[in-house]
């Protein structure tokens, strides 16, 4: 994988994706002192909001690879890197009498600069 093939808005948009990975590890919700639940442990709204920005991430590095799934992949990661942000603010609005951590508000940075890079690459390729 050749990553100069991708643009800089393009490579944002897989670093994010990535960073997304990584941050559903992290407590998104618990009281101080104890562990707390990850994104995985939060709803389906926690996992989905991080499929949605490897998927987006995966097709952008797949279309580098001039072997895009889809006619416009930037089109494509543009819907999945948005439906993720929808997803993690939803997490963060309607949490259910819990603290916030600090993984949730990190997604919450990840899904917007994904979302924002998946944009630009948009107005790129139009």
């Known amino acids: 994988m050749d990553f ?13 994706g990535a960073a997304m990975l990584l941050v559903s590890f992290m407590p998104w919700y ?23 920005l490897v998927a987006a991430a995966v097709i952008l590095m797949m279309e580098a690879m001039d072997r ?3 006619d416009s992949p930037a089109a494509i990661a543009l819907y999945l890197t ?33 979302c924002g890079a998946a944009y630009q690459n948009h107005q790129d390729n139009s």
């Open 68 to 70: 895009a799934p889809v």
């Open 4 to 16: 100069s093939k991708l643009s800089a808005s393009q490579q944002i948009t897989v670093g994010a």
């Open 82 to 114: 948005a439906a993720g942000l929808a997803f993690v603010m939803w997490r963060l609005l309607f949490t259910e009498n819990q603290p916030r951590r600090i993984g949730l508000f990190l997604a919450l940075i990840a899904a917007g600069v994904a």
């Open 30 to 52: 618990g009281v101080a002192g104890a562990t707390g639940f990850s994104a995985w442990r939060s709803g389906l709204a926690g996992p989905l909001a991080v499929a949605a």
